[in-house]
Nanobody
Framework: QVQLVESGGGLVQAGGSLRLSCVAS????????MGWFRQAPGKERVFVAR????????YYADFVKGRFTISKDNAKNTVYLQMNSLKPEDTAVYYC???????????????????WGQGTQVTVSS
């Protein structure tokens, strides 16, 4: 059984940084597409970023481009989301997700990912 466990969330002031981690067990991420999604109160879960199985290809939602960076360490079976220049509107629960294979066109859809973590809260104060 695949388990994804996120950590690294917390409270930070606007302009600050956080690094989220997602440790996978039960499946190697070296042959998986990994993604980060977020869900703000009262809103739908939305795509934030994804990284290919090789780690070479990354893709970001427009609202985080230039501020967030997704990366992976296959040896540690861990995916990261470095978040810089945080804004109050980045406040949300952040979820890590994984899938064995998915087309680029579908990799931004939460429905494409069968494996999910429990989420980690990120709160950005103004």
């Amino acid at each position: 059984q695949v388990q994804l466990v996120e950590s690294g969330g917390g409270l930070v002031q606007a302009g600050g940084s956080l690094r989220l981690s997602c440790v996978a067990s039960g499946r190697t991420i070296s042959n998986s597409v990994m993604g980060w999604f977020r869900q703000a109160p009262g809103k739908e879960r939305v795509f934030v970023a994804r990284i290919s199985w090789s780690g070479v290809s990354t893709y970001y939602a427009d609202f985080v481009k230039g501020r967030f960076t997704i990366s992976k360490d296959n040896a540690k079976n861990t995916v990261y989301l470095q978040m810089n220049s945080l804004k109050p509107e980045d406040t949300a629960v952040y979820y890590c997700a994984g899938v064995g294979a998915v087309s680029n066109s579908k990799a931004t859809s939460s429905s494409a990912y069968p494996y999910w973590g429990q989420g980690t809260q990120v709160t950005v104060s103004s």
